[in-house]
């Protein structure tokens, strides 16, 4: 039996896969509340499952219970579930933002890889987040590389160079290399010392680069308010601690300095991006 539970199979305009999973590579959710920002956005549906009966230690990860609003009882189990969503643009999307697998990560990707090879996927852009020393007055820092070469000179990508313990994620990169799928990682580095949940600025420097990556439009603009009230909100929080207040006035200098001269436009990376698919395609 598969672990792979399909609803529905649609025909997509081009699909592009962006994948998040909560925990370790998620720091103030900045990962996956920008892929459900992306299923709001576009008004995504169910399409898949991938039944996490085989996943999981249930004494690890907890499904929860709860009661609606009938009084009838419910459990909630760790879900991984992939959503379709249109675009109206030249890549319609498919998003899955999901609780990282504790067992069988080659099992897993094998049917992500199914997902990618039935909807005829076109690349993989995965998704992150990492506290970092950075400061919360300045733009964060999204990293963005990818292991196909060719696809990182011409987006002006990195190429991967970590090396150590490795998540789902690293897994799922490799699995694609293998199978000469394109896919892209996106990084963004958070605050250390304000890294707790729901981090909007994070979020929005991540929807910023996916959207001068692929050209779709992310709606980043809309999360405008929430961080400026995080910004105020944690400012607040900064200046009443004089220590904590010189220590971050040394991360911006940091900051400044190493700032980039220089950035592609988002044209010019969309504009390469599609042309590299093309390619692919002929």
Avoid at 152 to 174: E, F, K, N
Avoid at 193 to 204: A, C, D, I, L
């Amino acid at each position: 039996m598969s672990e792979l539970l399909w609803y529905s199979k649609p025909e997509l305009e081009r699909p592009l896969l962006i994948v998040a999973f909560g925990g370790w590579f998620d720091a103030g959710s900045c990962a996956t509340d920008s892929v459900d920002h992306l299923a709001g956005r576009f008004g995504a549906h169910r399409v898949a499952e991938i039944d996490p009966e085989e996943f999981f230690d249930f004494q690890e990860v907890r499904p929860e219970v709860s009661f609606t609003e009938e009084g009838e009882r419910e459990i909630r189990w760790p879900s991984n579930e992939i959503h379709a969503a249109r675009t109206e643009g030249t890549h319609d999307l498919l998003l899955l933002a999901g609780v990282e697998p504790r067992l069988k990560w080659r099992t897993f990707v094998h049917n992500l890889v199914e997902v990618i090879d039935t909807l005829g996927v076109e690349m993989v852009i995965t998704l992150g987040a990492m506290v970092a020393a950075v400061p919360h007055t300045r733009p964060p820092r999204v990293t963005a590389s990818s292991g196909d070469p060719e696809l990182a000179r011409r987006l002006g990508l990195d190429l991967p160079s970590y090396q150590g313990p490795t998540g789902i994620v690293g897994v799922i990169h490799q699995t694609l290399g293998e199978r000469s799928v394109p896919a892209v990682s996106l990084r963004v580095g958070v605050p250390h010392y304000v890294s707790g949940p729901s981090n909007p600025k994070g979020r929005q420097s991540l929807l910023a680069e996916l959207q001068r990556v692929t050209g779709v439009e992310t709606g980043h603009g809309d999360l405008a308010a929430a961080v400026l009230e995080w910004e105020e909100r944690v400012g607040s929080a900064v200046a009443g601690d004089p220590e904590v207040a010189e220590y971050v006035r040394g991360l911006e200098e940091e900051a400044d300095s190493r700032a980039e001269d220089e950035i592609p436009t988002g044209e010019h990376l969309a504009a390469e991006f599609e042309r590299f698919l093309r390619d692919l395609g002929d």
